[in-house]
């Protein structure tokens, strides 16, 4: 299998939504802008995912932006560091690789092959529902990896909260925007989180001594 079409194709997005933020600058990097801007898709359950977004400028050109425009996109679930209030924080965004015909239905899906980077943490709400938070690191181009944060509810908690660290993954679900409150000690801050809600889980099984694409794989379990 070739190396760059593994590794772009291990973390794939489509989101149909309404604008909802125009577009603002936010980098540059190697001669070309960057901006950011956010886009709602509504869920089944009447409610939405605000969603962060970001665009380079030559796609930007011929993208119709504008605040409640439907637009369409394709590309990759992205982390970085960002350095706020002398913190870094892990900052996720979608990075758009395309530009998608407007009249697709409400979209939300994404799809990532990665591993696992961190002890899955299983809990059990107050309303009794299982619930396990797990870190997936996936691998992209020029030896780098996104760290996404990812959330699976009843059977499927149950199943990856014995996954390992280093264990091989293929998951799918909807990225979900998630407000929450963090209290300090003078006042009370509204914050967002961003994760993957899982509905589909492939635990990838590998030979002694797994290597970066897990030759002669083995799907052992499906949810």
């Given at each position: 299998?070739?190396?760059?079409f593994?590794l ?13 933020k ?6 540059e990097?190697y ?18 995912d605000?969603?962060?977004v970001t ?5 930007l050109?011929i ?18 560091n960002?350095l706020?209030?002398g913190k ?7 990075f758009?690789r395309e530009i ?6 409400y979209?939300?899906?994404?799809e990532?092959t990665?591993y ?9 709400t107050p309303?009794?529902?299982e619930?396990?938070?797990?870190l997936?690191?996936?691998n992209r181009?020029?030896n780098?990896?996104d760290?996404?944060?990812c959330?699976?509810?009843g059977?499927?908690a149950?199943?990856?909260?014995d996954?390992?660290?280093g264990?091989k ?7 979900q925007?998630r ?10 801050e509204?914050k ?6 899982l ?9 002694e ?6 030759n002669?794989e ?5 949810i």
């Amino acid at each position: 299998m070739n190396k760059d079409f593994d590794l772009m194709n291990n973390n794939k997005v489509t989101v149909v939504g309404n604008v909802t933020k125009m577009p603002i600058f936010s980098h540059e990097m190697y001669g070309e802008n960057f901006y950011e801007f956010e886009v709602e898709v509504p869920r089944l359950s009447l409610s939405s995912d605000f969603i962060p977004v970001t665009i380079s400028s030559r796609l930007l050109s011929i993208a119709d932006i504008n605040i409640g425009k439907k637009i369409a996109l394709s590309g990759q679930f992205r982390s970085y560091n960002k350095l706020i209030d002398g913190k870094s924080r892990l900052m996720l965004t979608i990075f758009v690789r395309e530009i998608l015909h407007e009249e697709m239905e409400y979209t939300n899906s994404i799809e990532i092959t990665g591993y696992v980077c961190k002890e899955p943490i299983f809990r059990i709400t107050p309303f009794k529902r299982e619930i396990t938070d797990i870190l997936i690191a996936v691998n992209r181009s020029y030896n780098k990896s996104d760290y996404l944060p990812c959330i699976a509810w009843g059977r499927n908690a149950r199943f990856i909260k014995d996954l390992r660290v280093g264990d091989k993954v293929n998951l799918s679900g909807r990225i979900q925007s998630r407000a929450y409150t963090k209290k300090t000690d003078d006042s009370v801050e509204n914050k967002v989180a961003y994760e993957v809600s899982l509905s589909r889980i492939v635990h990838v099984s590998c030979n002694e001594g797994m290597d970066e694409y897990c030759n002669n794989e083995k799907i052992t379990k499906i949810i």
